[in-house]
């Protein structure tokens, strides 16, 4: 099965900052990667799908870049609402999917 | 609008079987398959098996392979995830969701806590 490991698992930021999640795949996975925020109580919300591809609604802010094995979510300029746990999932073997370990996004 | 909305949460004893509820609307429900996940305590999402909306038919992870059964109701428009040998370990939040369009879960249900507890 096709491993997903993000780094760093946590991540102290402030407001106004400008942050780097990195997923890593065990093996090639073309662009079939998607980033999730997941929020307390919540459900995940898609951000990026296709690696790179903003979900409708999601602000700019929000980008993703990537393919093959090596991926990342950048937030250009964080805002209070954007701490949360980040996740990565990939489907290149859909309908299985696996899903990163998360990071952790928290107010420096 | 699409909604999916969980059956409330349960506890349950060691060795006994859950059974989930995941009803559906505002789409085509057997156009669509529905997944199930789940979160456990401080553990990523883990994929648990999907369920073609249309036929029925199922395609399930392999570690939950032969303790796990999804089935749906397409006059109900709901899907169901049994889990079967519980044990402390399955203890977590789980999850169905859906993907409309290319290969990403667009929607979620709000999640239903299974405790497993003697």
């Known amino acids: 099965a096709i491993q997903l490991t993000q780094f760093p698992s946590s991540l102290s930021a402030s407001v106004g900052d400008r942050v780097t999640i990195t997923c890593r795949a065990s093996?090639?996975?073309?662009?079939?990667l998607a980033w999730y925020q997941h929020k307390p109580g919540k459900v995940p919300k898609l951000l990026i799908y296709?690696?790179?591809s903003l979900q409708s609604g999601v602000p700019s802010r929000f980008s993703g870049s990537g393919s093959g094995t090596d991926f990342t979510l950048t937030i250009s300029s964080l805002q209070p609402e954007d701490f949360a746990t980040y996740y990565c999932?990939?489907?290149?073997?859909?309908?299985?999917?696996?899903f990163g370990q998360g990071t952790k996004l928290e107010i420096k | 609008q699409v909604q999916l909305v969980q059956s409330g949460a349960e506890v349950k004893k060691p060795g006994a079987s859950v059974k989930v509820s995941c009803a559906a609307s505002g789409y085509s429900f057997t156009s669509y398959g529905i997944h199930w996940v789940r979160q456990a305590p401080g553990q990523r999402l883990e994929w648990m098996g999907w369920i073609n909306g249309g036929n029925g038919y199922t395609i399930y992870s392999e570690k939950f392979q032969g303790r796990v059964t999804i089935t749906r109701d397409k006059s109900a428009r709901t899907a169901y995830m049994e889990l079967s040998s519980l044990r402390s370990e399955d203890t977590a939040v789980y999850y169905c969701g859906l993907v409309l369009k290319s290969y990403y879960f667009d929607w979620w249900g709000q999640g239903t806590q299974i405790t497993v507890t003697s």
């Open positions: 093996q090639g996975i073309s662009s079939a």
């Open positions: 999932q990939q489907v290149n073997t859909y309908p299985h999917s696996t």
């Open positions: 296709d690696a790179s």
